[in-house]
């Protein structure tokens, strides 16, 4: 049985949606959009990068909702790790709405890294590398860095130890998140935390900032 591949939203569709979160919609940035997802729904149908199987609903779920940090948090330039990458999201919709990121995507499922690697190419996109590793195995191979992402990680102690041990140092880290996490995480220390921030179109998704508490790096000492 043959399976037809679905088309990616047009470009003018694709500007919509990204009006909708109240995002730039650059002609260069709309067709990196277009052209990831082609790719990613052709290599969908053979590894499992997302259970959206919807074109629109990517471009909401996974491109608009990514991308929306660079708002709402004001990330510009630094060095970003995206932990558990998987389909790249959310470290390479970042990327393509903020060129000047140095970006890590942390993925230790080879054909899923394999995958990442190809949309890097494909695009074009320059200071983007993927790391094939499990997050508690990295160190200087990221360091220092400016911001540690993840959506819907789990095991959320055990990750925030590590972006904010010595040898990562992480200054601010960012998650996607279900809001029934919200209370295990903020009891979490070492961080900061701000009100959570309302993912647009969602009531049960968040945006979740926290930043390394340095204080608590003396109080450990």
């Not at 990514?66 to 970003?80: F, H, I, P």
């Not at 190419?121 to 911001?147: H, I, K, M, N, S």
Request: aromatic content about 8%; some cysteine; overall charge neutral.
């Amino acid at each position: 049985m043959i399976t037809t591949i679905p088309a990616p939203p047009s470009a003018a569709v694709i500007r919509r949606a990204l009006g909708e979160f109240r995002l730039p919609a650059y002609e260069d940035q709309v067709l990196q959009i277009q052209q990831y997802i082609k790719i990613l729904l052709a290599w969908n149908e053979k590894v499992n990068l997302t259970a959206i199987r919807d074109p629109l609903e990517i471009v909401y779920r996974h491109f608009c909702e990514s991308m929306y940090a660079a708002k709402a948090v004001l990330v510009e330039n630094g060095r970003l790790a995206d932990v558990g990458s998987g389909g790249g999201f959310p470290g390479l919709p970042l990327k393509i709405i903020r060129p000047g990121l140095r970006v890590f995507l942390v993925e230790s499922n080879l054909k899923k890294a394999t995958f990442l690697a190809e949309v890097i190419r494909d695009l074009g996109l320059t200071d983007a590398q993927v790391l094939v590793r499990r997050y508690e195995e990295l160190g200087e191979e990221v360091a220092p860095l400016d911001f540690v992402c993840s959506r819907a990680l789990g095991e959320y102690g055990a990750f925030l130890e590590w972006a904010h041990s010595e040898r990562i140092a992480a200054k601010q880290v960012i998650l996607w998140m279900g809001a029934r996490d919200l209370e295990e995480i903020q009891k979490i220390a070492g961080w900061d935390w701000r009100e959570p921030i309302q993912v647009p179109h969602s009531l049960q998704r968040l945006l979740l900032v926290g930043t390394r508490n340095v204080k608590s790096d003396a109080v450990s000492a």
